[in-house]
T-cell receptor, first 115, second 115 residues
Framework: GAVVSQHPSWVICKSGTSVKIECRSL??????MFWYRQFPKQSLMLMAT?????????EQGVEKDKFLINHASLTLSTLTVTSAHPEDSSFYIC???????????FGPGTRLTVT | AQSVSQHNHHVILSEAASLELGCNYS??????LFWYVQYPGQHLQLLLK??????LVKGIKGFEAEFIKSKFSFNLRKPSVQWSDTAEYFC?????????????FGAGTRLFVKA
């Protein structure tokens, strides 16, 4: 089956620094990737949708200057949390969709803790 | 904008009891529907999906769901739950929105099965 990986799986950073999270589709080409965040005991909230080679589409209320998304290739998307603050601490999950299916494949998630 | 409602936030059942988790969505166009499960400490796993055809779909681990278009519902069922079904269950709807097709999740239902 289709596999999506994320790196790192867990990151701790100091307030004010930036953190980059990678999302890779390992065995298929992902024309579209999605970034979600999940707070403890809550659902997944869609942050943005990115298509390879074009700018990401952000959901209402998501700061595009704070959460920079780059989808430079068909197998890699990155989320950079800039000037991170403790309230950005969350579980970030990416998912990827190939060219011929509506099904999304989810990565294992990245737990970000900002101190 | 599309939305997904899961009516039960917490459900507690004894082993062998039957399960039904409600899911309703609001979107007038064509939708693809999913149920995901998240076991404690693990990432999302697909239970089942509906794209078209028979509205009664069967998934893994004995789960099934029925799509009722007139009610905008996609309820999840299992005739006899097991302790190992303790997890959080998310209903998700994939539909066309701004920026293309995207998947929106319900708030989740936390199921606890007593041994």
């Amino acid at each position: 089956g289709a596999v999506v990986s994320q790196h790192p799986s867990w990151v701790i950073c100091k307030s004010g620094t930036s953190v980059k999270i990678e999302c890779r589709s390992l065995d298929f080409q992902a024309t579209t990737m999605f970034w979600y965040r999940q707070f403890p005991k809550q659902s997944l909230m869609l942050m943005a949708t990115s298509n390879e080679g074009s700018k990401a589409t952000y959901e209402q209320g998501v700061e595009k200057d704070k959460f920079l998304i780059n989808h430079a290739s068909l197998t890699l998307s990155t989320l950079t949390v800039t000037s991170a603050h403790p309230e950005d601490s969350s579980f970030y999950i990416c998912s990827a969709r190939g060219t011929s299916t509506y099904e999304q494949y989810f990565g294992p998630g990245t737990r970000l803790t900002v101190t | 904008a599309q939305s997904v409602s899961q009516h039960n936030h917490h459900v507690i059942l004894s082993e062998a009891a039957s399960l039904e988790l409600g899911c309703n969505y609001s979107y007038g166009g064509t939708v693809n529907l999913f149920w995901y499960v998240q076991y404690p400490g693990q990432h999302l796993q697909l239970l089942l999906k509906y794209f078209s055809g028979d509205p009664l779909v069967k998934g893994i681990k004995g789960f099934e769901a029925e799509f009722i278009k007139s009610k905008f519902s996609f309820n999840l069922r299992k005739p006899s739950v097991q302790w190992s079904d303790t997890a959080e269950y998310f209903c998700a709807v994939n539909a066309l929105g701004a920026g293309g097709f995207k998947t929106i999740f319900g708030a989740g239902t936390r199921l606890f099965v007593k041994a």
